[in-house]
């Protein structure tokens, strides 16, 4: 039989079945989709394909999904570090914001951070910020998949003026991207602090009519609780529930302050959530109780949140982080073993962002989205276990390759999609002209 690509490996992680490693296996492709996983000694007999790929020293594996990011932060890495969420919010990331963004910093910075990320083998990411045409036009130009955040906040932005405004123009956009193949939405209201009851219930309304996620900062810091309860009377979670917002639509981002009550209600509800550890230790928010989320039966995604607060967007480092971190937050080292903390920032994003019938696994009949990881190095060796190698002794670095629906877009550590020298070229600008300010 005929078919676009072969790609024969010496290790294949498919995630689905559990902890399933296949060796010396091979991947048939054929128009953007996997069609078998079966041994290397039978493909030649079985396909004739256009392209072969030869990585006899490699480990497939899905391609990564960073569950929560604002891309076109990017720009902002390193602006302002070493401070509380609070003040880093309102004394340095908005007003940088409120002077500099528009289409333009949006554009450079999204393809800043798409670069970053595809290197990384990151082959879809969730996204929140202003703008958001332009990072679904710029995403869909480079080859990746990404959902598409319908920003909501109550105040006035460069992009609109009011609660009413922003879900206007969000509705625009969803309907740009009907039934694209790579580009998704989801409705981004920013957090609780920021979007009043008006505008959550029309969105709550809106997203079951319209069958998408809602993708929302949730209990990130003490301080938040703590202006719930001053605005409102209530927590945040509590508030939400009551506006009918928990739900299996809601992919709930840091929950670092929760409560066992809390944890039960997420539970019921079918509610996601979003870990994002490096930034919520950079930015000493608190610990997401992810051991206890787990055992609850909760879907536990991992994100990297914005190059300005993490400072980067590796997810091989956010896998390594989060398997530590739980580890020593339970005081249980057998807490998120290594197959978890994969699947975390594969399958369970995909789940987290409704497009697990897509990507997040390599089976047939998805998505090929696929990352090779070169183990043909001194400080991968020995390999007695893949799916270990991956989470505690791999970085990004070891990305060699990365096919998004079939196509690849990292070719031998290479952007086949991406010119590089023109996006460092326009990141080095924007540095200098914010540095300037």
């Not at 500099?100 to 083998?121: H, K, N, P, S």
Request: contains cysteine; aromatic residues 6%.
């Amino acid at each position: 039989m005929k078919i676009d690509t072969l790609i024969n490996a010496r290790w294949i992680i498919p995630v689905v079945p559990e902890n399933q490693v296949l060796e010396h296996h091979s991947l048939a492709l054929q128009h953007g989709r996997i069609l078998e996983i079966l041994p290397t000694s039978e493909a030649p007999q079985k396909y004739t394909p256009d392209a072969t790929e030869e990585l006899p020293g490699h480990a497939l594996m899905p391609g990564l999904i960073n569950a929560h990011t604002h891309a076109a932060m990017s720009l902002l890495r390193g602006l302002a570090d070493d401070m509380p969420l609070m003040s880093w919010l309102n004394d340095h990331i908005w007003p940088a914001e409120g002077r500099w963004v528009g289409e333009e910093f949006v554009a450079d910075g999204t393809q800043l951070a798409l670069a970053e990320m595809l290197r990384g083998g990151i082959t879809c990411f969730n996204d929140m910020y202003f703008f958001p045409e332009v990072t679904a036009r710029v995403t869909a130009a480079a080859g990746m998949r990404a959902v598409v955040g319908l920003i909501v906040i109550d105040f006035p932005s460069a992009w609109a003026t009011d609660a009413d405004d922003y879900l206007r123009r969000g509705l625009e956009v969803h309907d740009q991207y009907r039934g694209h193949n790579l580009i998704k939405t989801a409705f981004a209201p920013h957090a609780p602090y920021s979007v009043s009851d008006k505008p959550l219930a029309h969105i709550r309304t809106l997203a079951d009519e319209m069958d998408i996620p809602i993708h929302m900062h949730i209990h990130e810091t003490q301080d938040e609780i703590k202006q719930g309860l001053q605005q409102f009377g209530t927590r945040p979670i509590e508030r939400l529930q009551e506006l009918g917002l928990l739900s299996p639509s809601l992919a709930a981002v840091h929950m670092t302050q929760l409560d066992e009550n809390e944890m039960s209600a997420i539970a019921e509800s079918g509610t996601h959530v979003i870990h994002c550890p490096e930034s919520n230790l950079k930015l000493a928010s608190g610990f997401c109780p992810v051991d206890k989320l787990v055992k609850a039966g909760i879907n536990v995604a991992i994100g990297t949140d914005s190059a300005a607060s993490n400072n980067d967007l590796d997810m091989f480092s956010e896998m390594r982080t989060a398997a530590l971190l739980v580890k020593g937050v339970a005081q249980d080292a057998s807490a998120i073993p290594a197959f978890t903390a994969l699947r975390m920032a594969t399958l369970n994003g995909a789940m987290a962002l409704g497009i697990a019938d897509q990507t997040g696994s390599l089976e047939p009949g998805k998505s090929a989205d696929i990352t090779a990881v070169d183990f043909n190095h001194l400080e991968t060796k020995p390999i007695y276990h893949p799916i270990s190698q991956l989470v505690y002794a791999t970085g990004r670095d070891r990305v060699s390759d990365v096919w998004i629906a079939g196509r690849q877009v990292l070719r031998k550590g290479n952007l086949t999609t991406l010119n590089s020298d023109e996006i460092g070229k326009r990141a080095s600008e924007w540095e200098n002209r914010i540095r300037e300010e």
